[in-house]
């Protein structure tokens, strides 16, 4: 089993959608969790944390449940420039610097 | 947030040569610098962590004397992929971790062994 999975996609929606992301990791001492931006060969950049209380972000909105071992990512009123595949991100047991990467959901937005 | 770069963005090259890919902090010092490759379609692995005067350590199967890591100053590691096969093509991506969590990520270099 991945120690970090994420439905592929790709996800297909108009502008203004609400899309929402799920994401599973196995190890249940992971710390700290993200969500990332992947562009088109291009570095992830951060998008957000994740906290148990959840957190927004203006049109993002991020859960976590550490019970289920669930990250969820919501979008609301999707942009044009939304477009990109999304990497759910946790940090290993002991080692909190080190990242482990999902493969990423792809989202794409049209007119 | 902090600025990395890395040398070259891209290069191709014949199989059994050596590639050498820089990565510059260009604002914080860097004691602790990350060095992960991405295959089409797949995560970003990490390969290794580099360490500033010190040895890189490695990720359960990367080789340490195919993919030589050199961290020799607050600002740049390096890394060489030696004798490169076209199975090593792919996308090396460089992060700086200061506090906390967050990684700043370089552009990447996308390597292609012919």
């Known amino acids: 089993r991945k120690e970090v999975e994420q439905d592929p996609g790709p996800f297909n929606v108009p502008e203004g959608a609400t899309v929402a992301f799920n994401c599973t990791y196995s190890n249940s001492a992971s710390q700290s969790f993200f969500w990332y931006r992947q562009d088109c060969r291009k570095e992830p950049k951060l998008l957000m944390s994740v906290y148990s209380s959840g957190n927004e972000d203006g049109r993002f909105t991020a859960q976590l449940n550490r019970a289920s071992q669930y990250i969820s990512l919501l979008i609301r009123d999707s942009k044009l420039s939304d477009s990109a595949t999304y990497l759910c991100?946790?940090?290993?047991?002991?080692?909190?610097?080190?990242?482990?990467f999902g493969t990423g959901t792809r989202l794409q937005v049209t007119l | 947030g902090a600025v990395v770069s890395q040398h070259p963005s891209w290069v191709i090259c014949k199989s059994g040569t050596s590639v050498k890919i820089e990565c510059r902090s260009l604002?914080?010092?860097?004691?602790?610098m990350f060095w992960y490759r991405q295959f089409p379609k797949q995560s970003l692995m990490l390969m290794a962590t580099?360490?500033?005067?010190?040895?890189?350590?490695?990720e359960q199967g990367v080789e340490k004397d195919k993919f030589l890591i050199n961290h020799a100053s607050l600002t740049l590691s390096t890394l060489t992929v030696t004798s490169a096969h076209p199975e090593d093509s792919s996308f090396y991506i460089c992060s700086l971790g200061l506090a906390g969590d967050e990684q700043f990520f370089g552009p990447g270099t996308r390597l292609t062994v012919l």
């Open positions: 604002d914080f010092q860097a004691t602790t």
């Open positions: 580099s360490n500033e005067g010190s040895k890189a350590t490695y």
């Open positions: 991100v946790v940090t290993r047991t002991g080692t909190a610097s080190k990242l482990t």
